[in-house]
């Protein structure tokens, strides 16, 4: 979770000055500061939100969230693929891959971040099933 996408979510119930993300896949490191005229019922739908809001927002991932969602076996298949299909002269999605992670955050609805989904799919590095997982 970031601060933003919180801040968002919050002040549609509750007038906010303020939200803390800490951790961002810590919950209890969140936390926000209401307006001072913001109701009981406003504090308590913003309170409900802090504890029930998923932690990963879907669509979106850092780079170091989005690498942890690969398990070791697919990202040595991934590495390999790559590396042969480089030396082949065969770019294939290795400069793809370059291009995906060059961003701090990704967002899973961008168009190279699907043709790269696709691609790996593709190549049989990974199924559909665990693309969709990583992918998310």
């Known amino acids: 979770m970031d601060a933003g996408t919180l801040f968002e979510a919050i002040s549609k119930v509750c007038p906010?000055?303020?939200?803390?993300?800490?951790?961002?896949?810590e919950r209890d490191t969140w936390s926000f500061i209401p307006h001072p005229d913001a109701t009981?019922?406003?504090?308590?739908?913003?309170?409900?939100?802090?504890?029930t809001?998923?932690?990963?927002?879907?669509?979106?991932?850092?780079?170091v969230e989005f690498l942890a969602r690969w398990r070791d076996d697919e990202y040595v298949k991934m590495e390999r693929t790559r590396g042969i299909d480089i030396i082949a002269g065969n770019i294939g999605f290795a400069k793809l891959w370059d291009i995906v992670l060059s961003d701090a955050m990704l967002f899973m609805d961008k168009v190279r971040i699907k043709a790269l989904k696709a691609a790996l799919v593709k190549a049989g590095v990974l199924t559909q099933a665990r693309a969709d997982e990583i992918f998310q």
């Open 16 to 25: 906010v000055l303020k939200v803390v993300v800490n951790v961002p896949d």
């Open 40 to 51: 009981p019922d406003q504090k308590a739908a913003a309170e409900y939100i802090l504890a």
């Open 53 to 63: 809001r998923p932690v990963l927002v879907p669509g979106k991932a850092s780079r």
